[in-house]
């Protein structure tokens, strides 16, 4: 059994290490930064790589036996034999970062055989602390948050691929729904996460370092966070990738699940 007040002390490390870093970003948000593809349209900028850096540094400097996980770092398999490993994604919503607008967010999870104990979701921009410590609840910036109560696809709101709800090979097709997105999946999930909206729909691939701290946060403020099976995720395996999500409070979660749970996506 895991003993979840054992990790308090890593975890206000991890708030302040988080929060440091935003400083960093902040120091390149709308300014000149260097920028590339990584291959298959894939962009990272200079602020990604430093503040994957400094994260790396100054979470392994008190716990140099865990293990590491990060978008922006060389895999490295040592990790699968780890029991506690840091899942980070320095940028999440680097498109956006690079086009000067918000909505982007660092996220670290300290992932303990393979289930995230605690997550952060910082936007630094706004200055949103998105946290969730497990079995704790969920908070923004220190105050309680909790999803929402909708229990009905038709009118709710959603985050998520407007032309995708639109495609015509659905069989049944979609009802009215007040949909937009996000570039950050993590900052769509930990927006339902607050009850602001009332799901979250990705049926493409996701990664660890995408969702492993909202998933938390998700689960922390009263929700289900799940691929479009229904499965709930494990983290820190030697695949690390996901082929969809789902988060919503329960009601809307089910709602949601009996339209998309049938269905076989590509690379299944």
């Not at 590339?36 to 990272?44: A, I």
Request: net charge negative; with cysteine.
């Amino acid at each position: 059994m895991i003993e979840i007040s054992s990790f308090h002390k890593e975890y206000e490390t991890a708030r302040a290490t988080v929060r440091e870093a935003g400083e960093i970003a902040r120091g390149y948000f709308q300014a000149d930064f260097e920028k590339w593809d990584k291959g298959n349209d894939d962009p990272v900028t200079q602020a990604d790589i430093e503040i994957d850096h400094f994260l790396r540094e100054q979470l392994l400097q008190a716990h140099p036996d865990f293990g590491w996980l990060s978008e922006e770092t060389d895999d490295d398999p040592v990790r699968l034999g780890k029991r506690h490993v840091w899942v980070v994604d320095p940028i999440d919503g680097t498109r956006a970062f690079i086009k000067g607008k918000p909505d982007f967010t660092i996220c670290c999870a300290l992932v303990v055989e393979r289930k995230p104990v605690f997550g952060l979701v910082f936007n630094p921009i706004t200055d949103e602390m998105f946290s969730a410590y497990e079995g704790k609840g969920a908070h923004l910036n220190d105050q309680a948050i909790s999803v929402s109560a909708a229990n009905q696809v038709e009118g709710c709101r959603m985050l998520g691929d407007k032309p995708m709800f639109k495609h015509p090979a659905w069989e049944r097709p979609w009802p009215d729904m007040h949909i937009e997105t996000r570039n950050s999946i993590a900052l769509r999930m930990v927006m339902v996460a607050t009850g602001e909206w009332d799901a979250c729909l990705a049926l493409n691939w996701k990664s660890d370092w995408d969702i492993a701290a909202a998933d938390l946060i998700v689960r922390e403020a009263g929700g289900r966070v799940t691929d479009h099976h229904g499965d709930g995720f494990t983290y820190n395996q030697e695949n690390t990738r996901h082929r969809s999500l789902v988060a919503a409070g329960p009601a809307l979660h089910a709602a949601l699940h009996d339209r998309v749970g049938h269905l076989t996506l590509p690379g299944e």
